[in-house]
Nanobody, 127 residues
Framework: QLKLVESGGGLVQPGGSLRLSCAPS????????IGWFRQAPGKEREGVSC????????NYPDSVKGRFVISRDRAKNAVYLQMNSLKPEDTAVYYC????????????????????WGQGTQVTVSS
């Protein structure tokens, strides 16, 4: 059974950091572009980061630019989201998603572009 598993969420104080991991089960990420998305209660899901197949292109919305960093480790078949200077408004369920065969060397924060999604991990930023 194919799965995409997010981990690393939890409760953190404002200004703190967390690193989320996204790892597949049953397939490899080597040819895939990856996106991270989040959904807060009562709000629509939004993209917070993506990384291209080669890892040379990343995208972030202004709301997290300079605080979040996406990276990928081919040897470990995983993608990470380092989140620094966290704010209460970063509280949400965070999801990773895979575009298995991207036709370009880029990536997008458009969630409709992605083929497969994980179940999410909760991030709560609160004092």
């Amino acid at each position: 059974q194919l799965k995409l598993v997010e981990s690393g969420g939890g409760l953190v104080q404002p200004g703190g950091s967390l690193r989320l991991s996204c790892a597949p089960s049953g397939f490899t990420l080597v040819n895939s572009a990856i996106g991270w998305f989040r959904q807060a209660p009562g709000k629509e899901r939004e993209g917070v980061s993506c990384i291209s197949v080669g890892g040379t292109t990343t995208n972030y919305p202004d709301s997290v630019k300079g605080r979040f960093v996406i990276s990928r480790d081919r040897a470990k078949n995983a993608v990470y989201l380092q989140m620094n200077s966290l704010k209460p408004e970063d509280t949400a369920v965070y999801y990773c998603a895979v575009q298995w065969r991207p036709t370009s060397g880029s990536c997008t924060l458009d969630q409709g572009w992605y083929d497969f999604w994980g179940q999410g991990t909760q991030v709560t930023v609160s004092s």
